[in-house]
């Protein structure tokens, strides 16, 4: 394929990259910034999958291993703790204005800028050749489309062309602004575009590819002979069986990676403006890797079958399309390999100038300036050396392609890599977890685990290639056959991976722990690791926390921000910093301490934390801070918001209580209103009797030769009028105990047959002077409840009846059934019934006699509303079945046994 | 002789005021309701009527309503004996016409005074 044509795609690709990166932050999907829906930021993500695995899964795949596959579900196990500490990294980041992973390090041991610098170094030093690795497949993928050898002399210009073309890009792209915790929305929108790029292509490759290849198999040959096949393939290809302690070794460091590697923190961390973005890539990411592995095994067998052995199998993707004479398709592959490894050197060169310029330059620069004007010149050099950083990164890159990696595989030098920022594992999750972890720990961690890393897994690769003599690999260093650098301790057997991280791994674990409890920490060091592992108990308190007790003034503070940002932004920040937490903000005052404290955290944003603490010491008088005093404030502070929490429940109880007592009152009012109608009642009900009373009394009096059957009349109906009076006293004191709840029940067993027949022939007499007939079905039904109740009920319920009866062809009937548990005990009549209108009255004490002008039956009184009572208090109830001129039917029902 | 109905639903209180209006020479109409009350007025048209207001079927204030709004019983007089003694059921009363409004427990003397007074 012309190479022009190539070159023209390939810039007019990065162009595309470059428009959407800088316009992005103007676009908008339903309102709101594309560059800030969660979606995008989790497809970022997935810069995780570089030109390694768009080309490098089917060259391990290809030689018949499965290994990739536990690269990818490294990271998908991890995912959910990923989640948890990512959370924590998150917040600890954005309070700390934490920009690499460099400077988390140095920050969680006390700002330390050895720590800082080492972890650069090393980072660099595991990086380098992974990007090498991208140089190296966007200008193999380049040779093959264009029909270059790979066999050149002296220089590969091609790659050397693409590194400066990435170099100005980067450049471009990452280090155009200082401040403001070096996100790139922009970039994030572009570094997504490529993810859905590598994705589409490798899935429509990926189709293609197996369509046609099952096509030219099924001619002539049965299904089942391709399965066959396919199962064949792998074993002939498979050199070992499969081993666990290799999976799990490249799980492991794969998960670790996934969350250490500088483009990932680059992107789970700085590049992320909210934690609640990580829910989202907690499953897209693991989704992704599925999706873009599903086609590998068929892509490989195919590559077998078509390409023969011989072949670079790293390039099957783009051998393929081409063996097809689908030049379009190749070109599509060609893209989708250049985004995977763009967006990585990009990410990775991005995170790695920032801490070429964050923890290894500056803090060199500001040990030494001890006056505004030095610092002031690293303010205006800080862009040109992070600008220098890219530039020295991607060269490096370069030249560690030109004389190292030509003649490795891709996917062994992204697993070394992998196990290279595994070593700060340690220091990363036992900083953010454990309180005792100190500097001298990680210090001696990183490098012990570093030295092991490259002994076993660098050096080895320098034999091979003769840079080394043989003989250390063969004899071991110092021809000490325990220090073979492929089976360390006579540890044999195991893939190179697995031994290397097994052994790195191990000693840097040891050292941080046992160093870390051997030696002391700084109170510094005591105060940071308070707050990253209490992050999510501090992170309310702490932009409001007094952390220095020295003395500033406000104009030098500015100035020093003013190096960094300019004077516009400098007095703006400023500003608005006094008047969110109401801080003085006069050009003669005294800087207040929570201003110090926000102009370190902005200037380690810009230049790393330890730098940052060193600058703001130019300007300081200050003294010690011990951990004491900053968890006092820290705690103080705390407890000013526990108390505000305090005072807002307090409120929202009282609140809650005003309205309970609404409520009281109204209820009150209610119960006011109806005593009031029980009082009318009551005396109503009273009137009546007396006023018989009065008027016999006064006819009585006057009439004193009145007859004397008239008189015994008169005085009889005085007394019986008394009397009914007493009785209605004693009801409503009854009734009165009832509704106060004072009323217990005695309870008892009994038959309730029993009852009923004692209370008939108590009113004996009446029924005889009537001549009426009560008749009563013959029952049993032995009941738990109280007897005297039960008794007062059917006194009531049947001398009622009997008063209502006519004379001489009364009748009354008692019938008792027992339906599931509950007794129904029916008196009915033959009386003149009762009018609908009065059946839910006649049981109500009240009858309102405010707006009443019907009177109720009479002789009712407050009897049936006792009854009523007793019933509900034995869990039952009363009720009444009438029709007027047909007799009534009166029913009481209560449980059998009423257990109390 | 002045023609005199009592009607209430409580025996003691009718029987006490007919022995005092036969004593005063009236002729005296029992109703122990308000549909008995309403059926010896229509018929036997008394010059006076004593009245309860609460009563099972029809009210006593229906009944007076009814008294005063018919041309054939205009010289009827109404006299409420009731136990609603609140101020407001006693101005109700006078209101719809009646001429007297007694409470009870009431004064069987005043009572008769009354009733002489409106029969002159």
Redesign the interface.
């Known amino acids: 394929m012309n190479p022009v044509i190539l070159s023209i795609v390939f810039v007019a690709y990065l162009l595309l990259l470059f428009f959407i990166a800088f316009k992005a932050e103007g676009w908008k999907w339903k309102g709101r910034k594309i560059t800030s829906l969660p979606l995008v930021y989790a497809l970022s993500v997935s810069v995780f999958c570089t030109a390694w695995t768009f080309y490098g899964s089917l060259g391990s795949a290809s030689t018949g291993s499965l290994n990739f596959l536990a690269v990818y579900l490294g990271p998908t196990i991890m995912a959910p703790l990923g989640f948890l500490l990512l959370k924590k990294l998150v917040r600890v980041c954005k309070l700390q204005q934490i920009t690499s992973l460099a400077d988390l390090i140095s920050s969680r041991y006390g700002k330390n800028i050895s720590l800082g610098s080492i972890v650069t170094v090393c980072c660099f030093i595991g990086i380098v050749p992974y990007l090498s690795l991208q140089l190296k497949a966007i200008s193999e993928s380049f040779r093959i489309l264009g029909g270059y050898s790979f066999d050149y002399k002296g220089v590969d210009t091609i790659a050397l062309v693409i590194s400066f073309v990435l170099i100005g890009f980067t450049v471009l792209f990452g280090s155009r602004k200082t401040l403001t915790s070096e996100q790139h929305s922009g970039l994030l929108a572009a570094v997504a575009f490529e993810s859905i790029v590598k994705l589409f292509v490798f899935l429509l490759a990926g189709l293609i590819i197996s369509y046609l290849a099952w096509n030219s198999l099924s001619v002539g040959l049965n299904s089942d002979r391709i399965v066959s096949g396919f199962a064949s393939f792998f074993k002939e290809k498979e050199h070992s069986t499969f081993n666990f302690g290799d999976w799990f070794w490249v799980a492991l460091i794969s998960g670790f990676a996934s969350i250490l590697l500088p483009r990932m923190f680059q992107i789970n961390v700085v590049e992320n403006d909210s934690e609640h973005n990580l829910t989202h890539s907690v499953w897209v990411f693991p989704f992704y890797l599925l999706l873009i592995n599903i086609f590998v095994l068929p892509i490989a067998y195919a590559g077998y079958l078509f390409l023969g052995n011989n072949t670079i199998t790293d390039y099957t993707l783009l051998l393929l399309p081409l063996k097809y004479n689908l030049p379009w398709l190749a070109v599509f592959v060609f893209i989708g390999g250049i985004s995977a490894a763009t967006s990585m050197v990009i990410v990775e060169t991005i995170a790695l100038s920032t801490m070429f310029s964050n923890s290894l330059v500056i803090p060199f620069l500001a040990r030494q300036a001890n006056s505004n004007s030095k610092i002031s010149s690293i303010g205006n050099s800080t862009l040109f050396i992070r600008k220098f950083g890219v530039f020295f990164t991607i060269l490096s890159a370069y030249l560690y392609y030109e004389f190292v990696s030509h003649y490795t595989s891709l996917i062994s030098i992204g697993l070394i890599s992998f196990v290279s920022v595994a070593q700060f594992a340690p220091s990363v999750f036992g900083g953010l977890y454990w309180k005792s972890g100190n500097k001298y720990g990680a210090l001696s961690g990183i490098i012990i685990g570093f030295v092991v890393w490259f002994f076993t897994l660098i050096v080895p690769s320098l034999a091979q290639n003769n840079i080394l003599s043989r003989d250390i690999i063969d004899y071991g260093l110092f021809h000490l056959a325990w220090l073979k650098p492929n089976s360390l301790f006579g540890l044999d057997g195991w893939g190179s991976i697995a031994h290397a991280s097994f052994w790195s791994l191990l000693f840097n674990f040891g050292c941080y722990i046992v160093v870390s409890v051997w030696t002391n920490q700084t109170e510094e060091e005591k105060a940071q690791a308070e707050l990253f592992v209490d992050i999510f108990k501090y992170s309310e308190v702490y932009e409001s926390s007094v952390v220095y007790k020295g003395v500033a003034y406000i104009p030098d503070v500015k100035a020093l921000l003013a190096n960094f940002v300019g004077d516009v932004r400098a007095n703006n920040l400023i500003n608005a910093f006094s008047k969110r937490h109401k801080i003085e903000n006069d050009i003669s005052a005294k800087a207040d301490p929570r201003m110090v404290a926000f102009v370190e955290r902005t200037l380690s944003g810009i230049v790393g934390s330890a730098s940052s603490r060193l600058m703001v010491a130019t300007v300081v008088k200050e003294e010690e801070v011990s951990v004491q005093e900053l968890m006092g404030v820290l705690k103080e502070s705390q407890s000013l918001i526990a108390l505000n929490n305090e005072l807002k429940r307090k409120t929202i109880e009282l609140n809650n209580t005003k309205s309970d007592l609404e409520d009281t009152n109204r209820k009150l009012i209610q119960l006011d209103e109806l005593k009031d109608d029980f009082l009318t009642t009551v005396t109503h009900e009273l009137r009546t009797p007396i006023t018989s009373i009065r008027a016999f009394s006064e006819i009585l009096y006057d009439n004193p030769d009145m007859e004397i059957e008239d008189r015994q009349h008169y005085t009889n109906i005085i007394t019986r009028e008394t009397e009914r009076i007493t009785r209605l006293i004693a009801q409503v004191l009854d009734l009165e105990k009832y509704e106060s709840g004072r009323q217990k029940l005695h309870l008892t067993r009994f038959d309730l047959y029993d009852v009923v027949i004692s209370v008939i022939e108590g009113m004996q007499q009446l029924v005889a002077e009537k001549q009426i007939n009560i008749n009563v079905t013959e029952f049993s039904h032995l009941v738990i409840a109280d007897e005297d109740k039960i008794t007062q009920v059917l006194i009531n319920l049947i001398s009622n009846a009997v008063k209502f009866v006519p004379q001489n062809t009364g009748e009354i009937s008692i019938e008792c059934s027992l339906v599931s548990g509950m007794i129904n005990l029916v008196v009915s009549d033959n009386g003149k019934g009762i009018d609908p209108q009065f059946h839910e009255l006649i049981f109500d004490k009240f009858y309102q006699a405010e707006n009443q002008t019907i009177r109720k039956p009479k002789g009712s009184g407050l009897g049936l509303a006792i009854c009523k009572k007793i019933m509900q208090l034995h869990g039952g109830d009363i009720s009444l079945r009438s029709i007027l001129g047909q007799g009534s039917e009166f029913t009481i029902i209560f449980p059998i046994n009423r257990e109390v | 002789m002045y023609k005199i109905l009592i009607a209430d ?2 025996p ?2 009718l ?3 007919e ?2 209006m036969r ?1 005063s020479g009236y002729n005296v109409f029992i109703a122990r309701n308000g549909s008995e009350a309403m059926e010896i007025i229509n018929r036997d048209k008394p010059q006076l009527v004593v009245l309860d ?5 029809i ?3 229906q009944i007076c309503t009814h008294i005063k709004s018919s041309k054939e019983l205009s010289d009827c007089k109404v006299v409420f004996l009731s ?3 609140k101020e407001g059921d006693i101005k109700k009363g006078l209101e719809i016409g009646a001429d007297a409004y007694l409470t ?6 005043v009572l008769m005074q009354k009733i002489s007074e409106l029969l002159k």
């Open positions: 639903d409580e003691n209180i029987l006490s005021l022995f005092l004593k207001i609460m009563m099972p079927d009210d006593g204030y136990a609603k003694a009870k427990p009431f004064s069987t003397r």
